[in-house]
């Protein structure tokens, strides 16, 4: 049965000092699976997302990613995850030209072939004609689609992507959606982390949400659903905010609710 | 009123929340106030014993306008530059924060006036300030006029000078804006700083130099008479209106203050039209004063590499040339550099008194190579954010440390081979340089060893200038530096060997027992290169996460 499963979360934990952040997390994602990872801000999703790649040790749990232990085989869940970071640790004095090549060679590609494929990861992110300036000179946008081509560089089998459309205009954003759906049609899993709930409802085959730091739901739309107590056509949002409790307490603005309205 | 009210409580929130955040830094505060604050004491009591003639400078009633001039003129070209070189520490300066609210234009710029009178340098002002004043007044007592009056128009004029010199700083600083916000100018000052600090070493030392052997006083220069030159500039207008006031010349102490106050209101003027523009968006937009730096544009794919470099594993290639494109690039990597300057001093000093002998060099050849220890001992450091991605990657670790070793051994080797060279040719002793090479690069490469184990299991986070500080690791700073001597010394103590094969050929008189100790001391530090490479790979793989945590300033959840 493992064998079926390219992301196994097992009791994954972290504390920092006091603070819990990731608590008892358990999940399993499938081999070719585009699987969401929702929570509000500050639930832990980045945390997740770290230790799952090795670039945050576990206070407590494991975390099997293709088929290895992340803490006793790192090197071999390096060679086959791509990550794409909310905060994006770029070299910045590199040119994305320099970037992502260097990245394809680090990832253990020839230098020619990873020449090759940044052309190709250049002319898809419409990042040519600025290939050769320098990523501390980017805007956001141009940053994130950088650090994209660096994660896609080396075919990985497992994606993880957080928050991939933050910053990013409408047509790269169209791109890369394409581009993440032949990845997925090619087999590739997607671990995608994100706010815009009307891109993982469109995207994704499963789903988990998590809240300060435990994992509140996981499973298809309407497992959710049906784990919100909403009928299975529900809308992501209303599952999302259900099982997160933020549709309990209507808010409003004292200022604004008491002003006479102009109509 | 409530808004300008609000201004400053800004600036003075911002400034003291740095200090509550960090005891460490509050220390640092406290100690920089002691030394600034004693050297600013130090200074306005010895103008204080110009101004009035008394020992040990002993300046007749015309040298004490003169310095007057030079001091006042001093002050004007510090403060006058101040902002702008602190632009990139301080948010507070940062005006463009505060266009969203609608604040009126001159409202503004009266605010960052006044909250620039708020920092701590004002403090090493005001002992200077008070010195002019009692200077000034004491001398008028020799028989002018009442010296409570000149001491009260010298006030007058010194805190219209002081009005001057703040709203000239802040004019300045709007009006340079745009290139202040740009990422060049942040690169070029994080430069520029340490430069600065370098050349005022150097300089004061060379100074000093010149006038012990020229006999040049501080009487020659005020002999000079530099109020000739100095007299219709700001600080002079200040300073005439002041040496006026203390003769009881009411006439030319009304001219010059007014021509003072004329400069002032169009400095005003001129700050509060720039500021209308910065309202208008025309300033502050840095796109049109930026060229972006590109690298060559090529096709990689299609760029011949040389044959012998083929052998050479792709990763190992592909971190060398990283590292050294970011040491051409990299501001901080560069600032770092110039703490390889210091040596240099050394061999003035060494000059200076007459210190020589067959090791000299070589000695100073070791300081360069024990100055490169920041750059060594932290490889991890200066990838800061960038970590994430380099451990991210499933190279065979050993080749990420020879990667950026090969970095480390260039600048330690290059260095140091200029230097002693340098220093050889000083002390006229350039017979030795030959001889002394090899044991450089045999001390290098047991200082690169010595530096993986040191950046792997006691790394330190590399702060880039007007970045916030705060970290966990920087807390535990105090501790690491510590250990980090420790490591320095066994470092120091590992290369005693290769000393050893320096010494022993002279002591023992035997020239030709260099060519065995030479390339023993080379296979020397090789071997303990090799030696410690894998055990500092197997570290390195264990201890990344904890080099993510400590050297970047990400707190993601």
Excluded at chain 2, 17 to 31: C, N, W
Aim: hydrophobic share 50%; aromatic share 8%; charged share 15%.
């Amino acid at each position: 049965m493992a064998g079926n499963w390219s992301v196994i979360l097992n009791r994954l934990t972290k504390d920092f000092d006091s603070f819990r952040a990731v608590n008892d997390v358990n999940l399993w994602v499938a081999e070719g699976e585009f699987f969401g990872f929702l929570g509000p801000n500050g639930a832990g999703k980045t945390t997740t997302i770290n230790m799952s790649v090795g670039l945050l040790k576990p206070t407590y749990g494991t975390a099997i990613v293709a088929g290895h232990d992340v803490l006793t085989d790192p090197l071999a869940v390096k060679a086959s995850v791509g990550l794409l970071p909310e905060t994006l640790n770029l070299y910045e004095r590199l040119s994305a030209r320099e970037f992502i090549e260097f990245a394809g060679v680090m990832y253990g590609l020839s230098r020619s072939e990873s020449g090759g494929r940044t052309e190709e990861l250049l002319e898809l992110m419409e990042l040519t004609d600025e290939a050769d300036k320098m990523i501390v000179d980017y805007s956001m946008g141009m940053k994130k689609k950088t650090a994209l081509a660096a994660a896609l560089i080396h075919d990985p089998r497992v994606l993880f992507l957080d928050e991939p459309f933050m910053g990013i205009d409408a047509i790269s954003s169209r791109a890369i959606r394409q581009v993440l759906l032949q990845l997925k049609d090619r087999g590739t899993t997607i671990f995608f982390s994100s706010h815009v709930l009307e891109v993982v409802e469109r995207l994704c085959t499963r789903a988990a949400i998590i809240q300060k730091g435990i994992i509140v739901a996981q499973g298809t739309l309407p497992e959710l659903a049906a784990a919100a107590g909403l009928p299975g056509d529900s809308a992501l949002e209303d599952i999302f905010l259900r099982l997160v409790g933020a549709d309990m307490h209507e808010e409003s603005l004292s200022w604004i609710s008491s002003r006479p309205s102009s109509g | 009123m409530d808004q300008l009210k609000t201004l400053l409580w800004l600036k003075w929130r911002l400034t003291i929340r740095a200090y509550e955040r960090s005891p460490m830094r509050l220390a640092g505060l406290i100690l920089v106030v002691m030394i600034l604050g004693a050297t600013s004491v130090a200074i306005a009591s010895l103008c204080l014993t110009g101004f009035v003639g008394a020992k040990p400078i002993e300046l007749t009633e015309p040298q004490a306008t003169e310095l007057l001039h030079v001091l006042l003129l001093g002050l004007w070209c510090f403060w006058l530059f101040m902002p702008v070189l602190g632009f990139p520490l301080g948010e507070s300066c940062d005006i463009t924060k505060q266009l969203v609210f609608p604040i009126p234009r001159m409202r503004m710029f009266i605010a960052s006036i006044l909250s620039s009178a708020m920092g701590v340098p004002i403090l090493f002002l005001l002992p200077v300030l008070g010195a002019i004043i009692i200077g000034f007044s004491l001398r008028s007592d020799v028989g002018h006029v009442v010296n409570t009056l000149a001491g009260a128009l010298s006030a007058l004029v010194l805190a219209l000078f002081v009005l001057h010199i703040l709203s000239l700083g802040q004019t300045l600083l709007i009006m340079l804006l745009g290139v202040l916000r740009s990422r060049r100018y942040q690169d070029m000052i994080t430069i520029f700083l340490p430069f600065i600090g370098v050349l005022f070493f150097l300089g004061f030392h060379l100074v000093f130099r010149a006038t012990d052997r020229e006999g040049v006083s501080i009487q020659a220069i005020m002999a000079a008479e530099p109020s000739r030159y100095l007299t219709y500039t700001p600080s002079g207008l200040a300073a005439a209106a002041i040496d006026a006031a203390s003769y009881g010349e009411y006439g030319r102490f009304a001219l010059f203050a007014a021509l003072l106050a004329s400069v002032t209101g169009v400095v005003l003027w001129l700050g509060g039209h720039l500021m209308q523009r910065v309202y208008a968006g025309e300033i502050i937009d840095s796109r049109r004063l930026r060229r972006p730096r590109t690298a060559p544009a090529r096709v990689a794919a299609e760029e011949p590499i040389p044959r012998w470099l083929r052998l050479v594993p792709p990763a190992l290639l592909a971190v060398t040339v990283k590292e050294l494109r970011y040491l051409w690039r990299d501001p901080q990597m560069k600032s770092a550099l110039l703490g390889l300057a210091v040596p240099v001093l050394w061999i003035l000093v060494a000059s200076q008194w007459r210190m020589s002998g067959p090791f000299m060099p070589a000695i100073i050849g070791g300081m360069f190579i024990f100055a490169g220890a920041p750059l060594s001992m932290n490889i991890f450091g200066y990838d800061r954010e960038g970590l994430h991605i380099l451990f991210l990657f499933p190279s065979d670790r050993r080749l990420l440390l020879i990667g950026k070793n090969v970095l480390g051994l260039v600048i330690l080797i290059g260095v140091s081979t200029v230097g002693v060279t340098a220093a050889a040719a000083w002390l006229h002793q350039l017979s030795v340089v030959p001889r002394t090479l090899p044991f450089l690069v045999a001390a290098s490469l047991v200082n690169v060893a010595g530096g993986n184990v040191a950046s792997i299991y006691f790394p330190l986070r590399v702060v880039a200038r007007g970045e916030n500080p705060f970290s966990r690791s920087t807390e535990k700073g105090c501790i690491i530096h510590i250990v980090r001597a420790l490591v320095f010394n066994v470092m120091f103590v590992a290369t005693l060997p290769i000393v050893a094969g320096l010494l022993t050929p002279h002591f023992l008189d035997l020239p030709t027992l260099y060519l065995v100790t030479a390339p023993v001391s080379i296979v020397y530090g090789a071997a303990v290169y090799i030696i410690v490479l894998p055990y500092a790979a197997s570290a390195l793989l264990q201890r990344e996460t904890q080099l993510i945590e400590i050297c970047t300033a990400s707190e993601d959840v």
